[in-house]
């Protein structure tokens, strides 16, 4: 179930954000790689990723209290 919600909730992301999540976590590349795929700095990618990840840890306390709600 984590594993669906996981993805659902990257899939739900903005498109950059689900761009650069998938160049750094499927694709492997770094951060500076990125930058020159989408043409940003290295910086923004940065910025870019912590935001995503903000987002997604957001949204997975979401589905997590969801979850604890059925067990109570």
């Excluded at 992301?13 to 492997?28: A, I």
């Excluded at 930058?35 to 700095?41: A, D, L, N, P, Q």
């Excluded at 910086?43 to 935001?51: A, E, K, L």
Aim: glycine share 4%.
């Amino acid at each position: 179930d984590f594993k669906h919600a996981l993805a659902d909730r990257i899939n739900s992301l903005p498109e950059r954000e689900r761009l650069v999540m998938s160049l750094y976590y499927d694709e492997e590349f770094n951060l500076r790689e990125i930058g020159e795929i989408i043409g940003v700095s290295e910086g923004r990618v940065c910025q870019i990723h912590s935001q995503a990840l903000l987002r997604l840890k957001a949204r997975m306390t979401d589905w997590v209290d969801q979850e604890n709600e059925k067990f109570e």
